[in-house]
């Protein structure tokens, strides 16, 4: 959304087609490598558009672009990339332009880790309803399988005065769907002049008045604390939702992954949750297939997350990726069985998701409806991401409704009375 800001800024509109563009930019991600491979893939899928309409121009950033081995591979293999910059090389978009556009040179920039924190950057969004709200950048955390500290580098927290002004914004414009970004929201904060934790900036945002909701993304569950879990309890806009990566449900494996809990530690925090708030509800982000990870590691990991019940999960096969610790570790498991394991838990966690929204067929709730469907339909989420359905009303979109829930389909969207 930066990136098309930034471009709308300076003239650029958005083309329907590539066959259309003028300039094509890739955002890219590096957490896993099959992510990358499908970008190699799609950039290659370029080059016979390229040789009809040499003026195009390709240009590839995000987080690949923050690895010199895949600059350099861009230089050598992909010779009608005309541009790579890095995630913190955004604001530089056009001058990057005007030197490609004065010199005719391929601009290929080495990642830099310059880190310092840009505000008031244009920004183009792609809803009207739900928007993404960064608060820090970077992770110090080195998970031994994760790449994100180091194409992302540091934690550096942006001042909660300039996240405060976005977010009075945000809520004056009409958005309803507000999610604060980081890669680990709990450790916010640190490193500021200004004495503020997490729960205190939630406590900030929270009084501001308006119809709205509040989410966050991602907590690290070792930073997740008590006072969080009060705030939450206490506020009036914060989804009564939390997306806890546990990762895994083995002790042993978690302590490999550096990930610095136990699973004894995750539930103990749950417990208290759901004490304060007992319609609290949960999701997580699970590895499967770890350097190491036994059949008995597996086995624990379901059985802990069939009695956690979830909402939902993120079920990742493990992926190597280069530089991290966890590629050296002993141990490997076997593609095959990391596929059967994937699996196993993809049908565990439709079983719940499916379980999970049964159990709110009775229930109210709230939801805000955001597109419409066809049959004179429309669709909506609730706090905890269960889908709604709900007859046509127009005036009903983009905004929050307290819903009582009739039946659930067989796709588990559950039917919706609209009740105020
Ligand atoms: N900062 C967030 C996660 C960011 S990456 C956190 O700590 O929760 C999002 C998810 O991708 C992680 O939760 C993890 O489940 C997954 N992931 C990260 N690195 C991975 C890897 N090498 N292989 C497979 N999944 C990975
Ligand atoms: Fe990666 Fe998240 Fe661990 Fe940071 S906390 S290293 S982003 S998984």
Redesign the pocket.
Known sequence: EKIKGVLTDIGFGLAARPEDADLIVFNTCAVREHAEQRVFGNVGALKGLKEANPKLLIAVSGCMAQQKEIVEKFKKHYPFVDIVFGVNGIDTLPDILCEKLATRKRVLRMPAERGEIIEDMPIRRDSTFRAWLPIMYG?D???SY?I??YVRGRERSRASADILREFRQLVAEGYKDITLLG??VNSYGKGLPEDITFAALLRMLDAVPGDYRIRFM?S?PKDATRELIDTIANSAHISRHLHL?VQSGSNSILAQMNRKYTVEDYLSLIAYAKRRMPEMTYSSDIIVGFPGETEEDFRTTYDFLEGLKPAFLHIFPFSERPGTPAVDMPGKVQPSVATRRVAELEELCGRLHGAFCAKAVGSEDTVLFESTLRGGMMFGYTGSYCRVKAPYDRTRINAICRVRFGAMDESHDLMGDILD
Do not use: G
């Open positions: 992770c955390n080195f998970c994760c994100v500290p890669q680990n991602t690290h990566p």
